[in-house]
């Protein structure tokens, strides 16, 4: 479990996150997500199953001695703050992914150089998916 602190109209809540494996049959999964506020009262809502999101405009090239950066969660691809060429350190936000109407910052797990953008913004990506490659 991995404890966050969230601030949603201007209240915040202390909210722990528990990461769930899937097996290959689950297609969509019901969630109750327990939010706490200050630790002692808790608030649970209703997540509506996931659904088949459009198909991604997806390239699977694998360009050798890249680093991948892939999709953590399915999504949007909302924008991007490189282009091929660019260097990047360790941490700096490479693009922003939009994912249960919250944007998401994927950072660059290496410093290198994007040798690849393998999404466009505004497609839609699943997990796993190939965003980026940084050599």
Request: charge should be negative.
């Amino acid at each position: 479990m991995k404890k966050y602190k969230i601030t949603v109209n201007g209240k915040s809540y202390d909210v722990l996150v528990e990461e769930v494996a899937l097996s290959a049959e689950n297609k969509a999964i019901e969630a109750t997500p327990v939010v706490t506020k200050q630790a002692t009262s808790s608030v649970e809502k209703s997540v509506k199953p996931a659904t088949e999101a459009t198909p991604s405009k997806v390239t699977t090239e694998i360009i050798e001695n890249a680093k991948p950066i892939k999709a953590s969660l399915p999504g949007t691809v909302l924008s991007f703050n490189v282009s091929v060429g660019d260097s990047v350190k360790s941490g700096d936000v490479v693009l922003i992914l939009e994912a249960m109407k919250m944007e998401n910052e994927v950072v660059s797990p290496v410093d290198g150089v994007v040798k690849s953008i393998n999404v466009e913004a505004g497609s839609s990506v699943s997990e796993g998916d190939i965003l980026l490659q940084i050599g």
